[in-house]
């Protein structure tokens, strides 16, 4: 069973909406939000920016490949990545991503800081500013949510607001075309996600399932204008495997399917390491950057992002 909370409870009940949000953590690192503060105008145009983006052929989006960028930016064709990295499967998705914006002339751009490279983008009239005002607001809303695992972890309050102030998140919008009917066919092969936490928007087209501890592949229920959240590897480090960080796939949807996730990472130098009150760490302290660099790697078998 996949929770659903309602982010009205937050400034009703602050602590109430913190308790109920811990309990997911902690069971099934899965759970939906409604009444999320993203306009859902906002929130289709995105949509709409990307349905355009994608049904450009191929030889016009391959000089925005993310595999000629090594600042994981910019698109990735269906077939470049495999997310499971034990079975072999190739997912069947193409993608395209946003990193934090800067200038070319950021003092972090030209030091070559880790993940601090310039956005690429296509030449489609409103996309960069379309896709930067969801950007801002996906990350707002994901501080805004770290401040309720603060009252629940029981952490002072703005302990993790140093570490997403200019953080590696990543904007990714995705589509996956209709299954064909292959053997071993797959969306986006079993895997759990590398940052602290994802926020998910999906149109109604199945395929999303999670597999809870112990338990077995059970579907993701489509709220409409509900976010899907989910703890990824970095928080449940961090956190001491306080949180879980579930397994999660698509498989190869009965029609096209559409979703954007932001992938929530901290700040690049941000030591991650296990939080006051959990206890002996289970983790040894890593650099957010060396992490997230250590797991797309395995993504991208050779490419080295940096």
């Known amino acids: 069973m996949i929770p659903v909370l309602d982010w009205h409870q937050n400034a009703a009940d602050p602590a109430g909406f913190a308790a109920a949000l811990g309990q997911a953590c902690r069971d099934t690192g899965f759970f939906l939000i409604t009444n999320h503060p993203l306009p859902m105008a906002l929130v289709q145009e995105l949509f709409a920016q990307a349905d355009a983006f994608f049904a450009q052929p191929d030889v016009a989006k391959a000089p925005l490949s993310i595999a000629n960028n090594p600042h994981n930016r910019g698109w ?17 998705k193409q993608a395209f991503n946003v990193g934090f914006d800067l200038a070319v002339d950021d003092p972090r751009v030209l030091a070559g800081e880790p993940f601090r490279g310039v956005n ?9 500013d379309t896709a930067l005002q969801y950007y801002d607001a996906a990350l707002a809303f994901g501080v805004a949510l770290h401040r309720a695992f603060e009252v629940d972890l029981g952490l002072d309050p703005g302990f993790f607001a140093p570490h997403f ?4 998140a990543t904007l990714r919008m995705l589509s996956y075309p209709p299954a064909q009917g292959l ?3 797959i969306g986006a092969g079993a895997h759990t996600d590398y940052g ?4 998910l928007m999906t149109d109604d087209a199945p395929g999303l399932q999670v597999r809870p501890r112990g338990g077995h592949w059970t579907d993701v229920p489509h709220v409409p204008g509900a976010f899907v959240v989910n703890i990824g590897d970095c928080l449940m480090r961090w956190s001491n495997n306080t949180y879980v960080s579930t397994p999660h796939r698509v498989l190869a949807p009965p029609r096209a399917r559409r979703s ?3 992938f929530l990472d901290p700040n690049p130098d941000s ?5 006051p009150g959990t206890g002996a760490p289970a983790f040894a302290p ?12 395995a993504t991208y078998d050779s490419k080295d992002p940096t």
């Open 286 to 297: 890593i650099l957010a950057a060396d992490y997230l660099r250590m797991r797309l790697t």
């Open 196 to 199: 602290s936490i994802t926020l």
């Open 120 to 128: 690429v983008w296509p030449d489609l009239p409103g996309f960069r």
């Open 271 to 275: 030591l991650i390491a296990a939080l």
């Open 183 to 185: 053997a071993d066919e």
């Open 165 to 168: 102030t200019a953080p590696m």
């Open 260 to 262: 954007i996730a932001f």
């Open 76 to 92: 990735a064709a269906v077939g470049s990545e495999r997310l499971d990295e034990t079975s072999g499967q190739v997912d069947q």
